[in-house]
């Protein structure tokens, strides 16, 4: 049972902001929202991660609305190493050892 | 950010043999490693909880007997494909959790792609 709703795709222009949207409507209170990206024929890389702060970091922003039930990916300026797949997925202790169930993430292609 | 390594990176073996491919968190201990699969255009499929010093936990329909994972160190996972069909054809990718930061965040590595002739 899917725990995330994101896009399929979306195109970005190199150089501007890239905003990522993700829906958790069933996210339980102790549960995480994590964001990764898998870049074609590699291994998922962590991006962000967060409870119900927005957070920053080198790579991105996440921001969490109140109530929980959705969260946006920044990337401040994509680049077109930035084509890849992201996944957004909730986890928490709930799930045996934190657990990450993949969904069908959204295709992020950068063009110049 | 931790670094998680695989190996081999790549493999290809005739189908009836068995493989084994090792996943190493190199500068940090992990007591909880996961085993994914991941197909051609699809999305990682969690297979397996590695933890250390105990028996894996196993995701619904995937066989243990023929998965074979052992965590014997904090720093190694190992899974082992027995018996390898053409259906077993798959990148397999490995992750590790950092549990020193206090955070539980797992690190990736880049992945095995077995080939099964």
């Known amino acids: 049972d899917a725990k995330t709703t994101q896009p399929p795709s979306m195109d970005c222009a190199e150089g501007r902001a890239a905003n990522l949207p993700c829906n958790h409507s069933t996210i339980s209170g102790n549960e995480y929202v994590y964001w990764y990206r898998q870049i074609h024929s590699q291994g998922p890389q962590y991006i962000i991660h967060?409870?119900?702060n927005n957070e920053t970091n080198e790579m991105a922003s996440l921001i969490i609305t109140e109530d929980r039930k959705s969260s946006t990916l920044i990337l401040p300026h994509a680049t077109l190493r930035d084509t890849a797949v992201y996944y957004c997925i909730v986890s928490g202790f709930t799930d045996s050892w934190g657990k990450l169930q993949f969904g069908a993430g959204t295709q992020v292609v950068v063009t110049p | 950010g931790a670094v998680v390594s695989q190996h081999p990176s790549w493999v290809i073996c005739k189908s009836g043999t068995s493989v084994k491919i090792e996943c190493r968190s190199l500068d940090f201990q992990a007591t909880t490693m996961f085993w994914y699969r991941q197909f051609p255009k699809q999305s990682l499929m969690l297979m397996a909880t590695?933890?250390?010093?105990?028996?894996?936990?196993?995701e619904q329909g995937v066989e243990k007997d023929k998965f074979l994972i052992n965590h014997a160190s904090l720093t190694l996972s190992t899974l082992t494909v027995t018996s390898a069909h053409p259906e077993d054809s798959s990148f397999y990718i490995c992750?590790?959790?950092?549990?020193?930061?206090?955070?539980?965040?797992?690190?990736f590595g880049p992945g095995t792609r077995l080939t099964v002739t």
């Open positions: 590695s933890n250390e010093g105990s028996k894996a936990t196993y």
């Open positions: 967060g409870l119900k």
């Open positions: 992750s590790a959790r950092d549990q020193t930061s206090g955070r539980y965040l797992q690190y």
